[in-house]
Structure formats: structure tokens, C-alpha cells
């Protein structure tokens, strides 16, 4: 089981960005990817998930509006956006597997938010 997660990202406040993660040695629809984020010196915070089945997703109350999750089954690849970037949302974004629970992680991918 691998998830292989996109390079780190410099955005400007009020930016966007899209981070990928590839799944691989799985069945990709038959887990949820979920999306977990770690900002500095703070604890992970669950921002979402989304079911590769059929295109369902859920996220945290402080993020609706401002992100998308999507999955392309034919690469086995989910992505999160992050709209309206805020200095706050410096963080590392991690995906990870779950199903009854997160077993396999993604690496993480920095995201910094400067002007």
C-alpha cells in the first residue's frame, strides 16, 4: 500500500491550492481517502474525506465553503483544494487510507501560505 502525495506549495493569502495523492497496492474505491492537516507546533486536524465509490464527500464545519475533495478512479488519485487561503493554513496536508480507521498515510505536503 502506497499513498504518494504532490510536492510542497508556496501560495499567496487569498490563493488557491490542490494537492494530489496516489493510491496504489489497493482497491482505491473501496476505502474512503480521508485528509488530515498538521499546522505548526499544533495537533493533526481531520479536514475531510471523500469515498472514491461514488464521489461522496464530508468535511470539518470550519472548512465548508473553502474545500473541494475529488477522486479520479482511472489513476487512482484524490485530490483536496483549499480556496481563499489564509495564513493559518500553513500546514502539513496528509491523505491517508480508512476504512474503521486511518492505516496507511501519505508522506505529507507543505503547505505555506506567505505574501
Known amino acids: 500500500v502506497q499513498l504518494v502525495q504532490s510536492g510542497a506549495e508556496l501560495r499567496n493569502p487569498g490563493a488557491s491550492v490542490k494537492v494530489s495523492c496516489k493510491a496504489s497496492?489497493?482497491?482505491?474505491?473501496?476505502?474512503?481517502i480521508d485528509w488530515v492537516r498538521q499546522a505548526p507546533g499544533q495537533g493533526l486536524e481531520w479536514v475531510g474525506r471523500?469515498?472514491?465509490?461514488?464521489?461522496?464527500?464530508k468535511c470539518a464545519q470550519k472548512f465548508q465553503g473553502r474545500v473541494t475533495f475529488t477522486a479520479d478512479t482511472s489513476t487512482s488519485t484524490a485530490y483536496v483544494e483549499l480556496s481563499s487561503l489564509r495564513s493559518d493554513d500553513t500546514a502539513v496536508y496528509y491523505c491517508?487510507?480508512?476504512?474503521?480507521?486511518?492505516?496507511?498515510w501519505g508522506k505529507g505536503t507543505l503547505v505555506t501560505v506567505s505574501s
Open positions: 491517508a487510507r480508512n476504512f474503521l480507521g486511518m492505516d496507511y
Open positions: 497496492g489497493f482497491a482505491f474505491t473501496r476505502y474512503y
Open positions: 471523500i469515498d472514491p465509490e461514488d464521489g461522496g464527500t
